[in-house]
């Protein structure tokens, strides 16, 4: 089972009171997890795999306060319609064929809490995506890119960006020979003549997934609209990590928009 942890206090906040460690424990054993480690400063639990809205802090909170009745019933989340289209192409279908897309606005991002939103991706496609061949995510902001936004695929030399942690522009076929996540997940897409991306109006590569995503939409604290893309080769597996990406952040702050996904060209 994978292992995830979290502050202590960070847990306190999002629970909206102080509790003790030991009351804590005494309630986890009713969310089905294991705990390896709790007390003042960090708790370490075992998550199992039918419960990976879990492998977030967010979404642990939103157990426990039920369990603890703090918060009882389901969370309710309002969801607008953002006006943004995603057209995706046929080209993709035999690559990776599934997306989904969502915004969050009105949202403020802290240091610990890009943190967080980097950890439950990160433990999303380790597990949840089986290494990011089922299931991988984008996560950018809004205000670096132009919708509409367009899901393609292309050949190896056809487009180049500047991928994530670098400086340099580099082509897809360059990503996946040179660049660090490039060569940890080029096996995700051996076989295939061509790579799926995400494209902005502009032909912005905002993603080159389940490789990387740009540098250009890096969040930062001062990211107030993200564009959340989410592609994989199992349709529920895409929605589900979706939901749990977007509920996290909508249980700290933001207001969640639709995108409107289409087939065909834009």
Excluded: W
């Excluded at 039918?50 to 039920?66: H, T, V, Y």
């Excluded at 360059?174 to 997940?185: D, N, R, S, V, W």
Aim: proline residues 5%; contains cysteine; glycine residues 8%.
């Amino acid at each position: 089972m994978p292992t995830t942890e979290f502050a202590f206090q960070e847990l306190c906040a999002l629970l909206g009171r102080q509790v003790r460690p030991d009351e804590v424990r005494d309630s986890i054993s009713m969310l089905g997890v294991d705990v390896e480690r709790i007390d003042s400063e960090k708790i370490v639990i075992e998550v199992f795999p039918n419960r990976p809205d879990m492998l977030g802090i967010e979404g642990f909170s939103r157990a426990l306060k039920g369990v603890m009745d703090i918060d009882r019933g389901l969370t309710e989340y309002r969801t607008e319609d953002s006006g943004i289209k995603l057209y995706v192409e046929s080209s993709v279908k035999e690559v990776r064929p599934y997306i989904s897309a969502g915004v969050v606005r009105d949202i403020s991002l802290t240091q610990g809490h890009l943190v967080s939103l980097m950890n439950i991706q990160e433990k999303l496609h380790i597990t949840h995506g089986r290494n990011r061949k089922k299931v991988a995510i984008g996560v950018h902001d809004l205000s670096k890119v132009t919708p509409p936004f367009v899901y393609k695929a292309v050949g190896p030399e056809e487009l180049s960006f500047v991928p994530l942690d670098t400086d340099v522009r580099m082509s897809l076929s360059e990503i996946l020979k040179k660049h660090p996540k490039g060569m940890a997940y080029a096996s995700t897409l051996r076989g295939f003549s061509k790579y799926p991306v995400i494209l902005d109006k502009n032909i912005e590569v905002l993603s080159f997934p389940p490789i990387i995503n740009g540098e250009r939409t890096r969040l930062s604290e001062s990211t107030q609209a993200v564009f959340i893309d989410v592609t994989g080769t199992d349709r529920k597996a895409v929605a589900q990590a979706m939901n749990i990406l977007v509920a996290g952040l909508l249980d700290r702050c933001g207001i969640a928009g639709s995108v409107e996904i289409l087939e065909g060209n834009c």
